[in-house]
Each structure stands twice: as structure tokens, then as C-alpha cells.
């Protein structure tokens, strides 16, 4: 089971007088230029600046350590990438580049992981077709220069599910701990691996019932309670979020998100091409691949449709459905269809094909000429430097939309004041999604804003960040309420007695970033109140 069966295609030494050069036969050369090539695709961002919630992520880890639960309950995520990153803006520090170095290391990681995990399950080309696929995939190019834990969750998954099927397949005891390990990691990691562990023991369980083997349906029960252990220390902190912050942005996602979303992780923009060259092309190596090599791929190609359909499933009772958390599925998709493909001539070509086009696609994406490429994501930083020689220490900044906070918090120069439509803020390096939807409908700007706009001295200055476009999806609770209180707050500042507008600041705005912000800079002229 480790190596690829004899009956595989072996074309190309038919040829009289052809000798394979060298390095097509060194594995890791190939891997060298491998993560060389995913290299070369994904350190042109790494000094792309911050968006929101890069902003958040790095506000909550620069707090001790022992703060981060109590700042996570706030958030909705689980610890682990937190207290990575924690100790590495210790070692590195907090720059765009030290911080993004981070999630790129982990998604250079995933090439000689994958290529050890295609290996395993079905043989040495289907560990170079693993890592080749891991190496030009979108998703992790496009993550690997944000400062989240999304390109860790690729790595576990892809750890934990190796471990799974080796565990089930060969019994070894060792391979139960590592895959305890690995689930139990992603389940700190992000609140979708729940999806993916739970369709990992549902499947192998149900192979085992139906093999009528006894003994591993008892593994894979006891594996499973000992996931849940381990995670039970974070289940209150969990349950919390759940309650009070869950992703109150989203909504219900259609039937078309649950295909174009998947397509998206696995091929990007071309995913609407590339996942059906795959999965055509493992239909039609189906019959040439041996059964033994088939039955891995099967039990991973349904782990990764499971936990999509579960996904999309919860995401219709509560929403908490968008293509980054789809994460989870890149490992078990992509593993499964370098293990169909890999060991066919047919297979190999459409691989080839694939992995070309992601890659010159990519290629072109960052060789065309853009010039707001560093704002691509979002264009604070630029708002902030243009807005910054105004302020000084005690003036306000009112964030219209209050998930902007912590990024805004991050550029602007230090001993400002910051104050969100429902009122000041004494921390804003941390953005408090409880309850925010209710808070912001009871929120009216002469009870949140008007006290402190009142306080300041004469010659003070507010910088107020507003949006530059409409906000989530339309009719969404989440969406009204954060429409409104822009509206609101937006028409408080603009005709408030003791305030005059100064300037506009539009920086980075073109071509338009993922969040678009402009500032509007006003100057306390009087001590009017400002609602009288």
C-alpha cells in the first residue's frame, strides 16, 4: 500500500534510446522546485496590508497570554492559531511581513505533507501529484499572506486525515494517538473541523459496521471520545460563542454556493473549470485504478463531501456559511484526487493540465499591473497614513462599522480615542462581536457618540471611518443594522453644531479593495452640545 501498483502506466521508458533524466527521479528535487514554484506564487503579498480581520486576529494575540480565552469569547474562535501567532510576533514582530510569514510558512509546509500523505495512501506519484496540487492551489496562495489560521487548518487536515485511514487501514496503535492529535488540534484550530471529524468517524465507523469488524469500530468509537476529551476544556468557551457571537454577517446560503463555494477552495477563479477536469477525469481512471488504491481516495472524497453537506446543512438552521471555512476540505479533496489520477496516464495528463493552468493563472494575476495591489484587501492603511499628521493624542475616531476597529486601531497613531456606534471603546486592538446585531438596533448616536464628541476640548479633531459600500447581504439583520447606524452616525457627525468637515481621505481606494473605508475628518469648532 505504499508504493503505486506494478500495473501502473509506465510510458515513457517504452520510448527506444529514452533515459529519465536524474531529477525526475531525485523526490526531493521535485518537491524542492515544487515549493520553490508555490514560493514563487505566494511571497509577491507579503506586505500586503492588514484587513479586518487580520486586524482583530493580531489585536487579540498581542494580549497576554493568559487574556486570550476570555478575548476569544468575545471573538468566536478557538485558540490555537492565537497563541501561535502570540509567540511568534514575540520572536518576529508585528509588521505585515513578520506576521504574514506565518501562515506562509504553514502553507509551504502542506507541499512535502502532501506529498508524504499521497505517498502513504496510495504511492510515490501520487505524493508528487498531492504536493504538486497543494503547491499551485489557490486557496492556500491566496491565504498564505493573511494572518489567519486557515492555511493551518489545510495542514492539519491533512495530517489528520492520513493518520485516519492509516490508523483504520494497518490497526497501529501509533497512528490512533497521531490521529487523536491532529483532530483534536484542528478542533482548537477552527469551529468547522467539528464538520470534518465528525464525518471522519461517522464514514470509518460505517465501513467497519459493514465489514462487520468489531475491532475497529471500537477504535474508531474511542478515538472519537477521545477527540471530544481533549476538546471538552474549550466546549464552554464554544457553546458561549455560539450563544452570543456565531457569525451574525452571514446568511442562509443557496444551492449554488454549495457548489461554486467547494469549486473555489479547490481551483479559485478557474474552479469552475479546474474541479471538473478533476473529477472527470478520476470517473474516467476509475476502472484502471487498482481497488486497492480506490478505496482511500472513496472514503476521503466522501469525508470531504460530508462535511460540506453538514456544513451546508447547519449553515441553513444557523448561518455560518462562507468559502474560507471551507478549509476543511482542501486536504481530503485534493488527497483524493491525486490518488485517482496519479497512477494512469490519463490521470497524469489531466493533473498536469490543471496544476499548469492554476499556476499561469496565477501567475498572470500577479503580473498584471495593479496599482492598489498593497490595499487589495483593504485600504485602512492608506486612510490612516493620510489621516495621521492631523491627530494627536485625545482626539476621536469613530469606526462606523465596528469590525474596523481593530485595524484602524492598528495604523493609526497611538493615544487616540476610538468609539463604535454603540458607544467608547477601551480596548479597540479587540472587536466585541457579542449580541452586536441587538446592541447596535438599541444604539442611537446621542447616547453612544454624543458624551464624548461633547468632552473634547475646542481645536480637537474626529476622524470618522465609513464604509465605501453597501454591507452584507441585503435584508440580512446583520446588514440593516450595520446600514443604519453608518447612516445615522454618518448624518450626527456631518450636522453636529460644534463640528465643521475639514477633509476627505479616499486613499487606496482605486481600483476598490475587498473592505473599501474612507475618512472624514471634522474639527470641534465650539462647545455646543451635540444634541441639545
Known sequence: MTAAPAAATEWLPRIAGYRRPRLLQDDRALLGALALLSLLLRAPNLGRAYWID?????????????????????DGSPPLFYVLLH??????GRSEVATHLLPLTISLLAVPLGFWAGRELFGRRAGLAAAALLATNPFLNWYSTETRMYTLVVVLALVAVTFAWRAYRDRRPADVVAAVVAYTALMYTHDWSLYLTGATALILLWRAWVA????????????????????????????????????????????????????TVLGGTLGFLAVPAL?????????RVDP?????????????????????????????WTARYLAVIVAPYLLATAGMLATTLRGRVVLAGVCSALTLWSLV??????????????????????????????????????????????????????ATPTGPVSDPTV????????????????????PSV??????????EIIPAKHLGATGSAWSRAVTDQVTMVDLFLSDDPALRFVTTFDEGLRPRPYAPVEGLLFRKTASTPSCG
Not at 59 to 64: D, E, L, R, V
Not at 87 to 92: A, P
Open 54 to 74: 487580520e486586524g482583530i486576529t493580531i489585536g487579540i494575540s498581542a494580549h497576554p497570554l493568559a487574556q486570550l480565552p476570555r478575548l476569544l469569547r468575545q
Open 87 to 92: 509567540f511568534w510576533m514575540r520572536i518576529f
Open 212 to 263: 462487520r469488524d468489531r475491532t475497529r469500530m471500537k477504535w474508531v468509537i474511542w478515538s472519537g471520545v477521545a477527540v471530544f476529551v481533549l476538546w471538552l476544556p474549550w466546549v464552554p468557551s464554544f457553546i458561549y460563542q455560539a450563544r452570543h457571537t456565531a457569525a451574525p454577517w452571514a446568511v442562509q446560503p443557496g444551492i449554488g454556493d454549495f457548489f461554486a463555494d467547494p469549486a
Open 279 to 287: 473529477a472527470a477525469g478520476a470517473w474516467l481512471c476509475r476502472d
Open 292 to 320: 486497492r488504491l480506490r478505496q482511500p481516495a472513496g472514503v476521503l472524497a466522501a469525508i470531504a463531501l460530508s462535511t460540506t453537506v453538514v456544513g451546508f446543512v447547519g449553515a441553513m438552521i444557523e448561518p455560518s
Open 365 to 418: 494575476g500577479t503580473l498584471l499591473p495593479n496599482p492598489n495591489s498593497r490595499y487589495a484587501k483593504d485600504n485602512m492603511a492608506a486612510v490612516a497614513a493620510a489621516a495621521s499628521p492631523y491627530l494627536a493624542p485625545g482626539d476621536l475616531v469613530v469606526v462606523d462599522q465596528t469590525e474596523q476597529l481593530a485595524v484602524a486601531r492598528r495604523y493609526l497613531p497611538a493615544d487616540l480615542a476610538y
Open 431 to 450: 472587536v466585541d462581536w457579542r449580541n452586536l446585531v441587538s446592541r447596535l438596533e438599541r444604539a442611537t448616536p446621542c447616547a453612544a457618540l454624543a
Open 454 to 463: 461633547d468632552t473634547m476640548a475646542v481645536g480637537s479633531y474626529v476622524l
